[in-house]
Nanobody
Framework: QVQLVESGGGMVQPGGSLRLSCAASGIPFGSYAMGWYRQAPGKERELVARIGGSGHTNYADSVKGRFTISRDNAKNTVYLQMNSLKPEDTAVYYC???????????WGQGTQVTVSS
């Protein structure tokens, strides 16, 4: 019943922008911290950005100043605004929901982001 559906990926030139969305259903959205992760070819999956239930955010050093995570609890949706994209940002981006005060988590299916000229 839990479903996390990412959207907004695609191909963009270096320096461009994309906004990813992750729509959640089947969970009490406000009770979950939400995160964006990415996995590039041949690399391990890594945390990109995270936003807690209270709105506190964390970012990977590689994206600080360029990416912004936000959430709209009324829409059960988390966003990742990606600006000044670089080729090294190319990856499959995954949404993850983590139940606060728990080890319970859920993954989305991922959306491809390709930054290339």
């Amino acid at each position: 019943q839990v479903q996390l559906v990412e959207s907004g990926g695609g191909m963009v030139q270096p320096g461009g922008s994309l906004r990813l969305s992750c729509a959640a259903s089947g969970i009490p959205f406000g009770s979950y911290a939400m995160g964006w992760y990415r996995q590039a070819p041949g690399k391990e999956r890594e945390l990109v950005a995270r936003i807690g239930g209270s709105g506190h955010t964390n970012y990977a050093d590689s994206v600080k100043g360029r990416f912004t995570i936000s959430r709209d609890n009324a829409k059960n949706t988390v966003y990742l605004q990606m600006n000044s994209l670089k080729p090294e940002d190319t990856a499959v981006y995954y949404c993850r929901a983590d139940l606060i005060y728990s080890t319970t988590y859920h993954w989305g299916q991922g959306t491809q982001v390709t930054v290339s000229s």
